[in-house]
């Protein structure tokens, strides 16, 4: 079981997290080297980067893992990113991308050498069963500069909460839309390739709530077990600092 200081650095972590890796995926210089990589869309090189850890897995499977974007859009785009150079290749080309971004990304920021410490004694202890995205990042090896080993271990930390979370959405019965729209409403349905009309959600918002609340503590759990309160607190400082410079 966690303790409270726990449980309040994994929630002051989460949005820092969350959105150190969306600023990385998300971001133009991504999705340059994604087309020199010989991807047909930005979206291609994205799920076989990212889903490449599961191996040659039918778009099915890969649409199940990403429940949060529209199957037929998954599908699409898996289908495009492993006909280029497979699924696996796609996963490694998608690490090596991480490494040169985080080096031109962060510069500067201090600390990274015992973020990495910190990170790979998390990512080593949590456990993977029922997070297969996350078991395949946990398994990815790590690049080989400090910048690029501290950004994927945070991403792969982001994979870990993702599982738990969609976990924990499916348990309760929210279908994606309703999640989005839970989440930051009609605009992210759309982004995600969630066709119109949407759904009135008010009735839901309680259900949402519990949901985070399992999320975030069956997280700390997962902390507590790795770390001590000083380094999972460490840990959130760390990745606020890294999202400024991602930021900046």
């Given at each position: 079981?966690s303790d409270?200081?726990t449980l309040?650095?994994?929630?002051?972590?989460a949005g820092p997290?969350?959105a150190?890796?969306?600023t990385?995926?998300?971001?133009?210089e991504t999705?340059e080297?994604t087309?020199?990589n010989g991807?047909?869309?930005?979206?291609?090189?994205?799920f076989?980067?990212?889903?490449?850890v599961?191996?040659?897995?039918?778009?099915?499977?890969?649409?199940?893992v990403f429940?949060?974007?529209?199957?037929g859009?998954?599908?699409?785009?898996w289908e495009?990113g492993?006909?280029?150079?497979?699924a696996?290749k796609?996963?490694e080309?998608?690490?090596?991308q991480?490494?040169?971004?985080?080096q031109?990304?962060?510069?500067g920021?201090?600390?990274?050498?015992?973020l990495v410490?910190?990170?790979?004694?998390?990512?080593?202890?949590a456990?993977?069963?029922?997070l297969p995205?996350?078991?395949?990042?946990?398994?990815?090896?790590?690049p080989?500069s400090?910048a690029?080993k501290a950004?994927?271990?945070?991403i792969t930390i982001?994979?870990?909460r993702?599982?738990?979370?969609?976990?924990?959405l499916?348990?309760?019965g929210l279908?994606?839309?309703?999640s989005h729209m839970?989440n930051?409403?009609?605009?992210?349905?759309a982004m995600f390739?969630w066709?119109?009309?949407?759904?009135?959600?008010?009735?839901?918002k309680?259900?949402?709530?519990?949901?985070?609340e399992?999320?975030?503590?069956?997280?700390?759990?997962?902390?507590?077990?790795?770390?001590?309160?000083a380094?999972a607190?460490?840990?959130a400082?760390?990745?606020?600092?890294v999202l400024?410079?991602c930021?900046?």
């Amino acid at each position: 079981m966690s303790d409270a200081s726990t449980l309040e650095a994994v929630k002051a972590a989460a949005g820092p997290i969350e959105a150190i890796g969306a600023t990385y995926m998300l971001h133009p210089e991504t999705f340059e080297r994604t087309a020199a990589n010989g991807y047909p869309h930005p979206f291609a090189g994205y799920f076989v980067g990212r889903g490449g850890v599961l191996g040659d897995a039918p778009a099915e499977v890969v649409t199940a893992v990403f429940q949060v974007f529209e199957p037929g859009a998954v599908t699409m785009f898996w289908e495009q990113g492993v006909a280029v150079h497979g699924a696996r290749k796609g996963a490694e080309l998608y690490s090596q991308q991480i490494d040169a971004w985080a080096q031109d990304h962060l510069k500067g920021v201090p600390n990274l050498e015992r973020l990495v410490e910190i990170g790979q004694k998390l990512v080593a202890a949590a456990p993977t069963h029922g997070l297969p995205v996350f078991a395949g990042w946990k398994a990815l090896p790590l690049p080989a500069s400090t910048a690029g080993k501290a950004l994927q271990l945070l991403i792969t930390i982001r994979e870990l909460r993702g599982g738990i979370h969609l976990a924990a959405l499916t348990a309760a019965g929210l279908t994606p839309v309703e999640s989005h729209m839970l989440n930051k409403g009609a605009e992210y349905c759309a982004m995600f390739g969630w066709p119109e009309p949407y759904p009135s959600v008010d009735h839901l918002k309680a259900k949402r709530e519990e949901v985070e609340e399992i999320t975030n503590q069956r997280e700390a759990d997962v902390w507590s077990a790795a770390l001590t309160p000083a380094e999972a607190q460490e840990l959130a400082g760390l990745s606020a600092a890294v999202l400024k410079a991602c930021t900046s």
